[in-house]
């Protein structure tokens, strides 16, 4: 089966850059979307076809999808922004996988 | 604006059977999209269960196909979950979705949210 692996935790200082990171066989040659995912609440899609923005998701959110990894990016971090972060993409053996998950962490 | 409700028992003994409904408002679900059910272990990640067209054309995760039925009523612009022979393992927060399915494109952009469901005796 197709497994997405990123790392458990990410740290980031408040307007910094994080970087959230998933690693997936030949990853690159599929979509990838991200989900954040808040305390008690649903996940909310923030990127999905690699690079797209969903409607009021703010522009600090971009992605990148080549060779093995798709990247999350969020520039200039706010608090608000304090969540745990899902990647997905599509496998022939199951058309919704998820990553392990990544809690970022604003310090 | 899409909403989608899920409602169901939240206690669900050993060996029975889950059920779950989600009702979705802003949208006819005639209309298009996949309709999927997601779960998410207390503490743990996100598991895709399965998902199911207008047409009632579904797809399973292979993991639970053998438990697992999907339907949808379109006369009440819902679907249903049902898991049958839960056990605790089985305990989760369920989500259901509108899923995108086109050119390998697979995202979910609207989820409700999200309902607990234990099982336990």
Request: net charge neutral.
């Amino acid at each position: 089966s197709y497994e997405l692996t990123q790392p458990p935790s990410v740290s980031v200082s408040p307007g910094q850059t994080a970087s959230i990171t998933c690693s997936g066989d030949k990853l690159g040659d599929k979509y990838a979307c991200w989900y954040q995912q808040k305390p008690g609440q649903s996940p909310v899609l923030v990127i999905y076809q690699d690079s797209k923005r969903p409607s009021g998701i703010p522009e600090r959110f971009s992605g990148s999808n080549s060779g093995n990894t798709a990247t999350l990016t969020i520039s200039g971090t706010q608090a608000m922004d304090e969540a745990d972060y899902y990647c997905q993409a599509w496998d022939s053996s199951i058309p919704y996988v998820f990553g392990t998950g990544t809690k970022v962490t604003v310090l | 604006q899409v909403q989608l409700q899920e409602s169901g028992p939240g206690l669900v003994k050993p060996s029975e059977t889950l059920s779950l409904t989600c009702a979705v408002s802003g949208y006819s679900i005639s209309s298009g999209y996949y309709w999927g059910w997601i779960r998410q272990p207390p503490g743990k990640g996100l598991e895709w269960i399965g998902s199911i067209y207008h047409s009632g054309s579904t797809y399973y995760n292979p993991s639970l196909k053998s438990r697992v039925t999907i339907s949808v009523d379109t006369s009440k612009n819902q679907f249903s979950l049902k898991l049958s022979s839960v056990t605790a393992a089985d305990t989760a927060v369920y989500y259901c979705a509108r899923g995108v399915d086109t050119a390998m494109v697979y995202y979910f952009d609207y989820w409700g949210q999200g309902t607990l469901v234990t099982v336990s005796s």
